[in-house]
């Protein structure tokens, strides 16, 4: 069954969003939308990326131990792959930028395709 985890509403919900991650690969989708007005033109760039990120086998403690630094709460599906949470990272498929958030080579493309410096 497909799962969709967002900022977890307290302590118990990050231990239930990292016990269902644990050990297992998930998606990260991020978007990116540029609206690029040029001489009267208007061109749009809408594009979605999908990232597969792999969780180590966690164990209870390990878990616990995450959860009460806090950082769990301000993040989907309770974890920061850029803080102390990475050593529990097994592996990335794709772009890592899209996982943190912005897809900063994508965006770089756009703007040298259209001369914007």
Aim: net charge negative; hydrophobic share 35%.
């Amino acid at each position: 069954m497909e799962k969709s985890f967002g900022k977890p509403k307290d302590r118990k919900d990050a231990i239930r969003m990292l016990k269902k991650l644990q050990g297992n690969r998930h998606s990260v989708f991020t978007s990116l939308s540029v609206i690029i007005e040029d001489g009267g033109k208007i061109k749009e760039y809408k594009e979605v990326f999908e990232t597969y990120v792999y969780i180590k086998p966690m164990e209870e403690s390990e878990i616990l131990n995450y959860v009460d630094t806090y950082d769990v709460l301000d993040k989907a599906g309770s974890y920061a792959i850029q803080s102390k949470f990475a050593v529990y990272i097994e592996k990335i498929e794709g772009d890592y930028n899209t996982v943190i958030g912005l897809p900063i080579n994508r965006l770089y493309d756009i703007f040298k395709e259209n001369e914007i410096w």
